[in-house]
């Protein structure tokens, strides 16, 4: 059994987590960390979770994070940094499903994220959890930086044409629709239920924080630089990300084929069938990524449609599929969840 | 492991017994069944179920189901009566979702429902599958009634006031509201999205179907005949029912110990401590029943708050949790999902 | 022109008056008060009132709300009653959207609100502002107390049964749905979209702030105490109400026709046929109050349906409709608008 | 007063054309034909319309509508095109709210709409509906194509850079997400509630109607062909049509600029500032079209938004706009409404 440790377990990539792990048959969760909330049973925040995490939030100096195998930070950008050379000089093991250690450029991370980065030293060993391209630095990560939604929806569905090299690298584009879960359990106007609810709207069209990490991924797919666009998008559902992405291509290839071919050995990318339109639910509450290209009316332009469960394959999904090479158990473990749908 | 057939996969409990069966370590599916959609490939219609149920649909003829050990009945009402005693005389156990078997007497059964009934000799030893009440009948049945959707939410929520005998049985109030797959998959105009959404109405106020199954097992929880206003409303959700339960106190008891002693064995029914409301999420996709006790003010009015997701322990899990008994199994093999929750 | 200033517009109630003032023909809005916000262009907080609203908000000093006609407040609790006085002292009248003055027994308004009533002298003039009890003392009131969102269905609900007295008044229930909007536009948890959206709870059970204000409201119908059980609960959509009304009857009387009689002249009371199961999107947008009354099978339970959209009929709507009988105004003037749906 | 009537009343095009015209002072409505559902009085199908539509349904042969001035046709494709002769030789003029007179290629639209086009002849001098483009030619039009409700958000927003001339015209992309009751009030399984709602997907890739229509009118903007990739989307709300729209800047232009000169005196669209993200909500229920104008990172690249309520300025609403144009009236006739937000 792992000894697990969880700081920050009050929003939903936190609680999404304890889901998991309470079925997980290897995991052995001893402390989850609220300042706030510390006392307070689990259960009394997540109702969701009564008869299947029996634990109290405790404050980080009673967690004994030190004796843990592995600490996932569930937290606000910002936390794990500093935390993160303790735990790693203890012998823990850190998954991050915050940012900060996604980008190997500190500078251009501490642009985008606004603060100054607390463990620079440390950002060159972090491995960008994304099992799919990294699967063996995996194995080996001491400090793990879980990718974020739009990310791992993003890169998956790029993949295949950007390894390969058959679309112009230099003028892609990502239209991605995010269900509202995926802007946390925080307390703000713009995410209220009668705000967001029966309306749809862009955001963030000048600049949002996952694309300099989208870039830095496709960027080392292709080995060259990328000229990406990505607009995100709030759709009234609770979870679900579903990216739909436009490249030209520069070689006539069979597309189909190119994705089924670098697919085939991933237990969580599903590519459909030609013709095939992917429909959010169709993940719902599990770690699947679904993938469907196209190339309307012959043309050159290849769509690809992706979708995740951003708090599942985008979050908290993703970091157990991490946690499960990182301890060398079967992959799938804990995940063997069938979609919920309707 | 238990040789298993559907009959009429194509609705929402269908497609919810196959998630559930597809994890359900001792379930053999062999066939799944349906007149319409016979060759096409199970997960063709519900992509949610790629990778999990390799079937296809086949035809009744093609489906070889005197074969197995249990035939489950996903149908609109009327169908599973007519091919039972085929079955039962074959030694095929059967688990009717529908509601052929669930009123005792034929002729209340052929008002409501606006036929004739098929097998009205076999309605007397069929057993009604709510495990909370008839779980060793249930055992031995050869013939399970699975109850409604708002008859297990409100059964469950008044039974151990009605037992018990405490409340005035000639003026019950059942005010339930319920998530629109309640109406099923059929393509109707009421239940679209465009109709059914940002919006709530209350509907059958003159008369529903789950009224006589209500009060019959309410009258049988009683040993006396009750008075019962039963009305249904329609909810923009997807899953869930919520049953707000309105009795007056004959006796002066503890509510509160009342429901926690008669459900401290019971797996799947919850009782939340004093003052708590249960919502439907925190038992989405699970076969929980949550339930919670309230004498507001004091007075002699006790109000209960009883959740359940319609499509598992409304439908799909209670039939499994039957089977699970009728096989000598566990009570919760397959069942052990912690509720999806945001 | 009647000179309008509305106190604290950055709130549901607040967007929902300037909706319709906008187009109210004898409405000159001259001044939208906000602390917070002053400065800023109205239609920078609510883009839907772009071309519409040309106002800033201002700080209440800037106002100028003594050279008003009417004041509305649509703040929150507590607010109106602090400025009360001095607005009445220059002769302008008040509006106050909140619960301020609708409760006449201060001390009772005081254990419910936790607060201590700040103008207690004014509540007894007050007037509470259902027009369909109380057309004439609107009239001439300096201070109205715009109903609550409940009240108001709830009331109209029962009205015809209670004014006419055939009913047991010892044995009430309300059993209420909401849409979201009725917990305002306050940054809180437990209305984020991932939190209400496919949920459905009951809340306050033990006692909701509307409690004492529709008891106090039937008992001045019945002439007489009465006993109350409210009920309110959370539905995922934006607007509306559903109010489910229960009671005996204690004399046969055709409760048809006394609905009918009782709104024949009402321009906001819709009855609707026997039989009939309002829905809340049929009075979206609107001033419409839509009820329905059912004896279910002939028994002496009398359900009341009673829907209205709680931002209009149960708030600005209701306001508007007050103000136009305070100058003498068509009743109807500025609240011609035919329900959206879908 | 126009004497107007309406051919298939039924659906939701049909109903909001009634919502506008009951409160259009110069409407006089004066039949409303349904086959299915002659007799029924319109608002018990349309219970939002009860005391503003006093109507029946009456049959097409009742109707009299050669003595109407002007007949909407807010029925499926391939009705209009089939009564337009007669009418038109009546004298009366005819608005379709559907597809048959949109595409000037007949053969074209044969293909894409699967039928034989029954008035060949009357396609040439049909006037394309799109205000902002052929309000001259709308004045005097005997037949009015009204755009569909894609083809009216993604034109609006290409509009200013397709006239202008200032971007790749090769390589234009609409990805556009849409409310589900564009897909009209027909009982069909994938837009039930419960399959819609808290789900996000593409569909028709591969080809979708509207493409031929959009294209045309971008062609007749530019004066050449286009080259177009449209992506549509269904999104669970009601109301509202979301255009993201991607093209490359041919010329260094000041867009912002461009698009507030181009639309300065069109009243129903709204150019909102620099940095904006229109929100569906914002233009609920009215006819406005609100469009925003980025280029993000300064690149060459320009990311249009376009928000429009499909059900008006993309169908009825539109409509009526036409109507007040071809019949003299001011523009904003029956159109004066304030968005419905929240």
């Given at each position: 059994?792992?000894?697990?440790?969880?700081?920050?377990?009050?929003?939903?990539?936190?609680?999404?987590?304890?889901?998991?792990?309470?079925?997980?048959?290897?995991?052995?969760?001893?402390?989850?960390?609220?300042?706030?909330?510390?006392?307070?049973?689990?259960?009394?925040?997540?109702?969701?979770?009564?008869?299947?995490?029996?634990?109290?939030?405790?404050?980080?100096?009673?967690?004994?994070?030190?004796?843990?195998?592995?600490?996932?930070?569930?937290?606000?950008?910002?936390?794990?940094?500093?935390?993160?050379?303790?735990?790693?000089?203890?012998?823990?093991?850190?998954?991050?499903?915050?940012?900060?250690?996604?980008?190997?450029?500190?500078?251009?991370?501490?642009?985008?994220?606004?603060?100054?980065?607390?463990?620079?030293?440390?950002?060159?060993?972090?491995?960008?959890?994304?099992?799919?391209?990294?699967?063996?630095?995996?194995?080996?990560?001491?400090?793990?930086?879980?990718?974020?939604?739009?990310?791992?929806?993003?890169?998956?569905?790029?993949?295949?044409?950007?390894?390969?090299?058959?679309?112009?690298?230099?003028?892609?584009?990502?239209?991605?629709?995010?269900?509202v879960?995926?802007?946390?359990?925080?307390?703000?106007?713009?995410t209220l239920f009668a705000e967001a609810a029966?309306?749809?709207?862009?955001?963030?069209?000048?600049?949002?924080?996952?694309?300099?990490?989208?870039?830095?991924?496709?960027?080392?797919?292709?080995?060259?630089?990328?000229?990406?666009?990505?607009?995100?998008?709030?759709?009234?559902?609770?979870?679900?990300?579903?990216?739909?992405?436009?490249?030209?291509?520069?070689?006539?290839?069979?597309?189909?084929?190119?994705?089924?071919?670098?697919?085939?050995?991933?237990?969580?990318?599903?590519?459909?069938?030609?013709?095939?339109?992917?429909?959010?639910?169709?993940?719902?509450?599990?770690?699947?990524?679904?993938?469907?290209?196209?190339?309307?009316?012959?043309?050159?332009?290849?769509?690809?449609?992706?979708?995740?469960?951003?708090?599942?394959?985008?979050?908290?999904?993703?970091?157990?599929?991490?946690?499960?090479?990182?301890?060398?158990?079967?992959?799938?473990?804990?995940?063997?969840?069938?979609?919920?749908?309707?």
């Amino acid at each position: 059994m792992i000894k697990i440790g969880v700081v920050g377990g009050t929003g939903y990539t936190g609680v999404e987590l304890l889901r998991l792990l309470a079925r997980h048959p290897e995991a052995n969760l001893v402390a989850i960390t609220s300042r706030g909330d510390a006392g307070m049973p689990v259960c009394d925040m997540f109702p969701s979770l009564r008869g299947r995490v029996d634990l109290r939030f405790v404050t980080p100096q009673d967690a004994a994070l030190d004796r843990c195998d592995v600490v996932f930070f569930a937290t606000p950008n910002g936390i794990a940094m500093q935390q993160a050379r303790e735990l790693v000089d203890a012998g823990v093991r850190l998954i991050d499903l915050a940012a900060d250690f996604r980008i190997r450029d500190v500078a251009e991370w501490e642009k985008w994220y606004g603060m100054k980065h607390a463990s620079p030293e440390l950002v060159a060993e972090a491995v960008y959890g994304l099992p799919e391209r990294n699967r063996e630095r995996i194995r080996s990560a001491r400090i793990l930086a879980n990718p974020g939604c739009y990310p791992t929806a993003v890169q998956l569905g790029f993949l295949p044409l950007v390894e390969s090299g058959v679309v112009d690298l230099s003028h892609l584009i990502a239209d991605v629709k995010s269900g509202v879960s995926g802007a946390g359990r925080k307390a703000e106007v713009h995410t209220l239920f009668a705000e967001a609810a029966d309306n749809f709207k862009a955001y963030a069209v000048a600049g949002h924080r996952h694309l300099p990490e989208i870039r830095q991924g496709l960027e080392a797919m292709a080995g060259q630089g990328v000229g990406l666009t990505f607009v995100p998008h709030l759709t009234p559902m609770i979870r679900g990300i579903h990216a739909t992405l436009y490249a030209r291509l520069s070689t006539d290839v069979n597309v189909q084929k190119l994705f089924e071919e670098r697919y085939q050995d991933e237990l969580f990318v599903d590519v459909l069938p030609t013709g095939s339109h992917p429909e959010t639910r169709s993940v719902r509450a599990s770690n699947l990524c679904r993938v469907a290209v196209h190339r309307p009316h012959g043309s050159d332009v290849v769509v690809v449609l992706s979708v995740i469960d951003n708090l599942v394959k985008g979050a908290a999904g993703q970091a157990v599929q991490c946690m499960n090479i990182m301890f060398e158990l079967d992959e799938s473990l804990g995940l063997d969840i069938v979609p919920v749908s309707p």
